[in-house]
Structures are given as structure tokens and as C-alpha cells.
């Protein structure tokens, strides 16, 4: 089993990235899944969260109105549409994926997730 990020780079404040996080080994229509980011010197950090649907979405205060996180069951894909980009953004951003069949708000309490991706850099410059 296996989650594979991509869809990282450098772009300038104000602009935007499409995340994506590809699963690989079974389906991942069961569960819910999630991004966090980790800052050079900082804790890992929630991001947004998706139900095992899509049909709800939770995002951290920082990003609400600015990322839009969905979920493709039938590609096994989770993306990350993150737009208005700030430096602030910059940071490695991970995928997570837990076999829950609770709203978005519960998959955001969620800090060990069952699996994890490798991670992608973006970083925003000013």
C-alpha cells in the first residue's frame, strides 16, 4: 500500500498549486484522508480533511477559503487545490489515509493515520 504525492514547486505569493496524492495497493473508497504540512523548524500540522465520500471537508483556519481539498474514489486520489498562495504556505505537505467512515471533523482529530505519503515541497516566494 502506498501514497504517493506530486504536483509540488516553487510559485510566487499569489499563485497557486494542484496537489495530488495517488493510492496505490487496495482502494481507498473506505476511507478518509487528509493533508498536513511541516515547516523547516516547526511541528507537522492539519491541513484540511475529507470524508471516505468527499462529501465533507475540513480545513485549519489558516487556509479556509483559500485550498479546497476533494477525493476521486474511483482514481484512488486525493487532491490539495491550494490558490492565493502565501509564504507562509511553504512547507513539505503529506497526505494521510485512515479506514473511517466518519465525517471530515473526525477524520481531522486523526494524528496517526494508517498511511502516509513521502511528502512534496512547496515553497511560495514573496
Known amino acids: 500500500v502506498q501514497l504517493v504525492e506530486s504536483g509540488g514547486g516553487l510559485v510566487q505569493a499569489g499563485g497557486s498549486l494542484m496537489l495530488s496524492c495517488a493510492a496505490s495497493?487496495?482502494?481507498?473508497?473506505?476511507?478518509?484522508m487528509a493533508w498536513f504540512r511541516q515547516a523547516p523548524g516547526k511541528e507537522r500540522e492539519f491541513v484540511a480533511a475529507?470524508?471516505?465520500?468527499?462529501?465533507?471537508?475540513k480545513y485549519t483556519d489558516s487556509v479556509k477559503g483559500r485550498f479546497t481539498i476533494s477525493k476521486n474514489n474511483a482514481l484512488n486520489t486525493v487532491y490539495l487545490q491550494m490558490n492565493s498562495l502565501k509564504p507562509e504556505d511553504t512547507a513539505i505537505y503529506y497526505c494521510?489515509?485512515?479506514?473511517?467512515?466518519?465525517?471530515?471533523?473526525?477524520?481531522?482529530?486523526?494524528?496517526?493515520?494508517?498511511?502516509w505519503g513521502q511528502g512534496t515541497q512547496v515553497t511560495v516566494s514573496s
Open positions: 494521510a489515509a485512515s479506514q473511517n467512515y466518519g465525517s471530515a471533523e473526525t477524520i481531522a482529530t486523526i494524528m496517526r493515520h494508517d498511511y
Open positions: 495497493g487496495r482502494s481507498f473508497s473506505t476511507f478518509g
Open positions: 475529507v470524508s471516505w465520500s468527499g462529501i465533507s471537508t
